[in-house]
């Protein structure tokens, strides 16, 4: 089962609506849907709070560290509570999934994310549960640093946290353990195609209304 959320983002108002912030995004959602008030916990790097889900205590958690040195917040609460990798649960922004699009995932490399990477310093271990939140990538890798650390679109945005509501509802799921299922609540598809405009009649036909009334009925 999950003990430990944590979202990953960088601290101060300079970056609280970019992209590379996504994480700490899930965090707040999480903690308004569970009516905590997450403080600074000096000891632990980062913003932090406690609570119970299902009946089990869990610990949400905001490293304040920069993204760069995430796994020092991660790992010193996780040591102290004695919580195990597989155990903790990582949201963070994801630039091979579009923008409104959220996966679950088990292990794997880092890819590249700084926050990742020292986690997996920090733990020695590659093996806890990521909560990938797309957020689109610019095309080029050269203008990743920018896209990362600028605030997206209004509709990007949206999108995300469209994402982000969807899979908090998880969040009981993830708690006892019950992966397949909270898999199925996150994962999410391409967004629907827009409906084709609607035809107009040539002049002279019948009502549609009328149409279907000389329609013989389905059997």
């Known amino acids: 089962m999950i003990k430990l959320l944590v979202g990953l983002g960088n601290p101060g108002p300079d970056y609280e609506d970019t992209r590379h912030n996504a994480g700490f995004w899930w965090i707040d959602g999480l903690a308004r849907q569970l009516g905590v ?3 600074l916990e000096r000891g632990y790097f980062g913003l932090m709070a406690r609570t119970t889900v299902q009946g089990q205590t869990i610990w949400l958690l905001e490293p304040q560290t920069f993204m760069n040195k995430s796994g020092q917040s991660v790992a010193s609460l996780a040591r ?10 990582v949201a963070h922004d ?10 679950l995932k088990l292990g794997g490399s880092h890819a590249g994310h700084n926050g990742l990477r020292d986690i997996h310093g920090q733990l020695g271990s590659a093996d ?9 990538h610019p095309g080029h890798k050269a203008e990743v640093v920018n896209w990362v650390l600028k605030k997206p679109s209004p509709e990007q945005r949206e999108a995300i946290e469209l994402g982000i509501e969807r899979s908090l509802k998880a969040v009981n799921d993830l708690v ?18 827009p409906k084709p405009p609607r035809k107009e009649l040539p002049a002279g036909s019948p009502p549609a ?11």
């Open 176 to 193: 006892l353990g019950q992966m397949d299922k909270a898999t199925v609540q996150i994962h999410t598809s391409k967004p629907p195609r």
């Open 37 to 39: 008030r997450l403080q």
């Open 128 to 136: 806890y549960w990521r909560l990938r939140i797309g957020i689109g």
């Open 80 to 89: 102290f509570f004695k919580i195990a990798p597989q155990e903790i649960l």
């Open 209 to 219: 209304a009328t149409t279907a009334a000389t329609e013989t009925p389905a059997k």
């Open 94 to 103: 994801e630039l091979d999934l579009p923008a409104g699009e959220t996966k």
